[in-house]
Each structure stands twice: as C-alpha cells, then as structure tokens.
C-alpha cells in the first residue's frame, strides 16, 4: 500500500465498531438512568445527561477507553453542597458515587476522583460521571474536591463546537489527527492529556499549509505536528469557553522527539517510495493498526 492507502487503513483501524458502541451507550445510559430515577423520580428521557470528552467530540477510538458522561443536577442540590462548611465539593462525589453504587452492587472500585466519579467495568468500557449544574451563563458549574473543595465553570458545547467547526473547514483532517496522536498515546505510553493532544491539532492545523488536503499528506502531517508540538513544550492555551488553562506541560517531550525523528525518517522513505520501510517507522510511534 501506499501512503494514502496505508493511513486511510489505519483510521479505519481506530474507529469504533458497532459493538463498541453498542457497549459503550448500554453502560453510560445504565448509569444516568439511574442517577436520573434518584434525584428526578421521574421517566428518564435523556435530558439531564450530556456526552462529553472524546465520544461527544467524534473523537473515540478502539480499543475502547472511557466514555465521559456529565449528569445535569438538581439546582437545589447545588445549594444544599454549597452550604456546607468544609468541602461539599467532596461530598457530593461520595453521595453520587453510593447512588451509582446502589445500581452497580458488584463493581467495588467506584471512586469519586478530584471532578469525576470513575465507574470502572471488567470489559470495555468504563464510565466517567461528571455531576454538574447549568449556570445562568449557559454553562456548566462543577465540582472540584482538591485543597480543600471550590467550583469551576466548563462550557463543554463550546469545545464540541471547536472541535466541530474545526475539523469542518479543514477536511475532517482535525478528528483523523486526533485519532492518530491518541493511537500514540497508548502505544508509547505518553505521558499527555488528550485535552491538549485535542487543542495542540486543530491550532497546528490552523496555521499548517496543507491544512485541507487528504490522506496522501498525512505523512508530512504527523511529521509536522509533532514538530510543532517539541517547541510548545510548557505551554499552555486557553480551553474554549472557560476562564481556564490547559497546561500542556513537557513530561511528554522525549517521547516527542523520538516520534519526530521517526516521522522524519518514515517521510525520507515515502519520498523513496520504500513503503515497507516506511510502514516500520510508522508502527513504531503508531503501533500495530498501522498495517504495512
């Protein structure tokens, strides 16, 4: 294969089947419907529950992961935490966390964890619960149990809709970068939140040439952006709709590097059109769904 065929392939290789879908709406319907029964009493419709992180963004890939699931509260339960005299914040994540319990007797590490309750399952995928509240703004009000409890505001539409509008105007090439650098992630074990993988791709992109072209120039792709990404090494940039910055941070910056030189190297070989050789050095920042 060549190198259009050969990444083409390879995000067919990312993308979620059917059966992990499948699995992954079974567990986080399973959870909202029975938060929703104990805190509305009434028929779950879907309304008081938002899918959130990579699966509300397109951006899941297999193997499975964790779906990010946030769960609209009551607002008097907002006021009822808030009153507390010592982290309510905290206690909150308890209270959810014993309800989610309640439904899912048989799954003992349930555990609230700084803004999130993590439902782990044995087989697929796992539940992250992020309980919340819509503000007056049209955002969301969270809670965040570290030094000593507080409330943030995240707007997760506005970053569903950067990543939307992005990937709109330059050719679905926002979504596919995305799903590469997580597949690196996982296979070099990097040390990187997905937030800024996220944001890193679509402000590169902004500014990156061939922006809208197809797969032909996804080799010169990843070989740029990890270009890009070495010099923003301790940067930061703001998270759309919210008042608050992503760290990218550099713990991340060797395993950058190797990933450069590689991709410098695989780009000499598609250029030679030594497509083996080329597949090789993919696989090694890639891992094996790169097929040769």
Same mark, same amino acid.
């Given at each position: ?52 992180? +990579?699966?509300?963004? *397109? ?7 964790? @779906?990010?699931? &946030?769960?609209? $509260?009551?607002? !008097? ?83 569903? +809709?950067?990543?939307? *509008? ?7 090439? @926002?979504?596919? &970068?995305?799903? $590469?650098?997580? !597949? ?109």
């Amino acid at each position: 294969m060549g190198t259009s065929s050969r990444f083409e392939k390879f995000l067919g290789n990312l993308n979620l089947t059917s059966s992990n879908l499948t699995d992954a709406q079974t567990k986080y319907d399973g959870v909202a419907r029975k938060l929703h029964s104990h805190y509305y009493g009434t028929a779950f419709d879907g309304s008081t529950r938002r899918l959130i992180g +990579s699966y509300g963004k *397109g951006t899941a890939v297999r193997p499975p992961r964790d @779906v990010d699931l &946030l769960f609209i $509260m009551p607002n !008097a339960e907002y006021w009822r935490y808030d009153g507390y005299v010592g982290n309510g914040q905290s206690q909150m994540l308890q209270d959810v966390r014993a309800v989610i319990q309640e439904r899912y007797s048989t799954t003992e590490k349930i555990r609230g964890d700084g803004q999130v309750v993590v439902v782990p399952f044995s087989d697929g995928h796992s539940v992250e619960v992020l309980p919340a509240w819509i503000n007056k703004a049209g955002k969301y009000t969270i809670a965040d149990t570290h030094s000593g409890g507080s409330w943030k505001i995240a707007d997760h539409a506005a970053e569903i +809709s950067n990543v939307d *509008g992005a990937d709109r105007q330059y050719n679905g090439n @926002v979504r596919n &970068l995305i799903k $590469m650098l997580k !597949a690196w992630q996982a296979e070099c074990n990097v040390p990187i939140k997905s937030l800024t993988l996220e944001l890193r791709s679509i402000n590169f992109l902004k500014s990156w040439s061939n922006a809208d072209k197809g797969f032909v120039y996804y080799d010169w792709m990843a070989r740029d952006f990890f270009s890009e990404l070495i010099k923003n090494a301790g940067n930061y940039c703001v998270v759309p709709g919210a008042q608050q910055r992503c760290q990218y941070g550099s713990d991340w910056l060797s395993r950058a590097e190797t990933a450069y030189g590689r991709a410098v190297k695989a780009c000499q070989y598609e250029a030679d059109k030594q497509d083996y050789n080329a597949a090789v050095e993919w696989r090694k920042i890639f891992g094996s769904q790169y097929e040769f």
